[in-house]
């Protein structure tokens, strides 16, 4: 079965709104977890390193106020993509890692239109 | 320099064929090491693990050099359905963060 939960797996949204993605770890408590996003025939790119409890890591050049990271809690971390426009239509998907291996989401495939 | 590197390929081989991928990575201190699968559209999987006496899971074997800094990755008799994307994927044990490569892309053909 599933280690980690990510929600929701397709979603089409209007620009100018917000898009609130969600991963879940299922089996194990983590207190990393890891935002990716993926565009077609491309390789996967971290975006953010999601730590529980305090801020989130952002590599360069991904905008802290435009993806928005919560994690609340020792399973869910969130990810939200302010004021959405088509060029943030990609493959977003999430990872936690338990130092054994790493474990996916099912990604969330999001389209701005 | 790139944590892990990978060659993107693509790699088109005949079914049957046996196919090989490296991988390379820059920390000599890293401890943990996987390759993955990626398939269109979908997030990757773990393939397997590979240790340092190597290890065989039916058709696939990975190897890890220490000394060369290197794991790799082979697929005997190539069926259709091992076409994907086989990434590289290095824990350095620094944290909880895994490095990931590029990903190697495989066409078997019929």
């Known amino acids: 079965g599933a280690v980690v939960s990510q929600h929701p797996s397709r979603v089409i949204c209007k620009s100018g709104t917000s898009v609130k993605i969600e991963c879940r770890s299922l089996?194990?408590?983590?207190?990393?977890m890891f935002w990716y996003r993926q565009f077609p025939k491309q390789s996967l790119m971290l975006m953010a390193t999601s730590n529980e409890g305090s801020k989130a890591t952002y590599e360069q050049g991904v905008e802290k106020d435009k993806f928005l990271i919560n994690h609340a809690s020792l399973t869910l971390s969130t990810l939200t993509v302010t004021s959405a426009h088509p060029e943030d239509s990609s493959f977003y998907i999430c990872s936690a890692t338990n130092k054994r291996a790493a474990f996916f989401g099912q990604g969330t495939r999001l389209t701005v239109v | 320099r790139k944590e892990v590197e990978q060659d993107p390929g693509p790699f088109n081989v005949p079914e049957g064929a046996t196919v090989a991928f490296n991988c390379t990575y820059s920390n000599s201190a890293s401890q943990s090491f996987f390759w993955y699968r990626q398939d269109c559209r979908k997030e990757p999987k773990l393939l397997m693990s590979v240790y340092s006496s190597g290890n065989e899971d039916g058709r696939f074997t990975a190897q890890l050099n220490r000394a060369s800094q290197y794991i790799s990755l082979l697929i005997r008799d190539s069926k259709l359905s091992d076409s994907a994307t086989y990434l590289c994927v290095v824990n350095p044990n620094t944290g909880n963060q895994f490095y990931f490569g590029t990903g190697t892309s495989l066409t078997v053909i019929p």
């Open positions: 089996d194990f408590q983590a207190t990393t």
